[in-house]
């Protein structure tokens, strides 16, 4: 698991009231720390968890592998907080096969097929809806997730009829609800791989595992196999020619960025970190709330093919 980082999530404000009673009863909002019978009082009243999912890959040599679990993790724990309501343990492996570098460099990136978590997610989220969930929102913390997940989604979706959502809750290319908050301008990517917003979001979380000793600015780069002719500004799989990006390519991170390092982190700071969580945790949660109120009819409940 990942270490805790001392925070008293009770603290935060809450987005509901007139609630009290209600959140008396639970020691917490992970569903790993509850037993049965807190699960069966919970879905009393009701429908909604939260399963943080993201990836065990290198960040670069100044972050921790486990950056952008804590990502999901951290919104996770937030929003359940602010609107009371459940989430999972993480799903902490996702889909990185771009970042294994060569064999035996000991880049430490754990990656599943994109079948094999395509068929755990579809195995958490049939469990959840066997149990009693009726609405699901996987609160993602890693990019390239987002490449795999649609199948499994619209499966649970047509499969059951319980309400699925994805939540992509980082900047990348899109700075968002993020506007006017990092430092670096757009060449200094402040969105991606290990530059300025996971710098300090990792600071925010627990600080003791950010080695700013070893930070440093690096830019993507075109790979050796394309023509110099085309470039490369992030870690999207496009790549511009002529000034537009309609070209995109299988590209491992090595062969664009040496480093692991898409930017510049040196502008990191823990109270940016801060505000990040609160500004994207506080939305997402409102979302959450409207989604809440929803009509959904879940016809397919049982969860039988739980063996092979």
């Given at each position: 698991?990942?270490?805790?980082?001392?925070?008293?999530?009770?603290?935060?404000?809450?987005?509901?009231?007139?609630?009290?009673?209600?959140?008396?009863?639970?020691?917490?909002?992970?569903?790993?720390?509850?037993?049965?019978?807190?699960?069966?009082?919970?879905?009393?009243?009701?429908?909604?968890?939260?399963?943080?999912?993201?990836?065990?890959?290198?960040?670069?040599?100044h972050l921790?592998?486990?950056?952008?679990?804590?990502?999901?993790?951290?919104?996770?724990?937030?929003?359940?907080?602010?609107?009371?309501?459940?989430?999972?343990?993480?799903?902490?492996?996702?889909?990185?096969?771009?970042?294994?570098?060569?064999?035996?460099?000991?880049?430490?990136?754990?990656?599943?097929?994109?079948?094999?978590?395509?068929?755990?997610?579809?195995?958490?989220?049939?469990?959840?809806?066997?149990?009693?969930?009726?609405?699901?929102?996987?609160?993602?913390?890693?990019?390239?997730?987002?490449?795999?997940?649609?199948?499994?989604?619209?499966?649970?979706?047509?499969?059951?009829?319980?309400?699925?959502?994805?939540?992509?809750?980082?900047?990348?290319?899109?700075?968002?609800?993020?506007?006017?908050?990092?430092?670096?301008?757009?060449?200094?990517?402040?969105?991606?791989?290990?530059?300025?917003?996971?710098?300090?979001?990792?600071?925010?979380?627990?600080?003791?595992?950010?080695?700013?000793?070893r930070a440093?600015?690096?830019?993507?780069?075109?790979?050796?196999?394309?023509?110099?002719?085309?470039?490369?500004?992030?870690?999207?799989?496009?790549?511009?020619?002529?000034?537009?990006?309609?070209?995109?390519?299988?590209?491992?991170?090595?062969?664009?960025?040496?480093s692991g390092?898409?930017?510049?982190?040196?502008?990191?700071?823990?109270?940016?970190?801060?505000?990040?969580?609160?500004?994207?945790?506080?939305?997402?949660?409102?979302?959450?709330?409207?989604?809440?109120?929803?009509?959904?009819?879940?016809?397919?409940?049982?969860?039988?093919?739980?063996?092979?």
């Amino acid at each position: 698991m990942i270490a805790e980082n001392g925070r008293d999530y009770s603290e935060l404000p809450h987005l509901t009231t007139g609630d009290e009673e209600f959140r008396s009863k639970f020691l917490s909002w992970d569903l790993g720390n509850l037993t049965f019978v807190d699960i069966q009082e919970y879905l009393k009243v009701k429908d909604l968890v939260i399963v943080p999912m993201a990836s065990l890959e290198q960040h670069g040599p100044h972050l921790p592998l486990y950056t952008d679990t804590v990502t999901c993790v951290e919104m996770s724990r937030r929003v359940a907080e602010m609107i009371g309501v459940l989430h999972t343990p993480p799903v902490w492996i996702g889909y990185s096969p771009q970042h294994m570098h060569e064999p035996g460099m000991g880049r430490g990136t754990i990656t599943l097929r994109s079948t094999t978590l395509l068929a755990m997610l579809y195995d958490v989220g049939r469990s959840l809806i066997h149990h009693g969930f009726n609405r699901i929102v996987f609160m993602n913390g890693h990019g390239s997730n987002v490449k795999v997940v649609d199948p499994v989604l619209r499966k649970l979706r047509y499969e059951t009829g319980a309400l699925i959502g994805f939540v992509k809750p980082y900047m990348e290319r899109y700075v968002g609800i993020l506007d006017g908050l990092m430092e670096n301008p757009p060449e200094e990517t402040p969105g991606w791989h290990s530059s300025e917003l996971e710098t300090s979001q990792d600071l925010a979380w627990n600080e003791r595992f950010v080695r700013m000793d070893r930070a440093d600015f690096t830019k993507a780069h075109i790979p050796e196999f394309l023509p110099k002719t085309f470039a490369k500004k992030d870690g999207m799989p496009d790549v511009e020619f002529e000034g537009y990006t309609y070209f995109n390519f299988p590209m491992d991170h090595h062969e664009f960025i040496e480093s692991g390092v898409i930017g510049n982190p040196l502008r990191a700071t823990k109270e940016k970190g801060e505000e990040a969580f609160r500004r994207l945790s506080e939305h997402v949660a409102r979302g959450i709330l409207e989604l809440m109120e929803v009509p959904v009819e879940v016809h397919n409940r049982e969860f039988v093919d739980r063996v092979m």
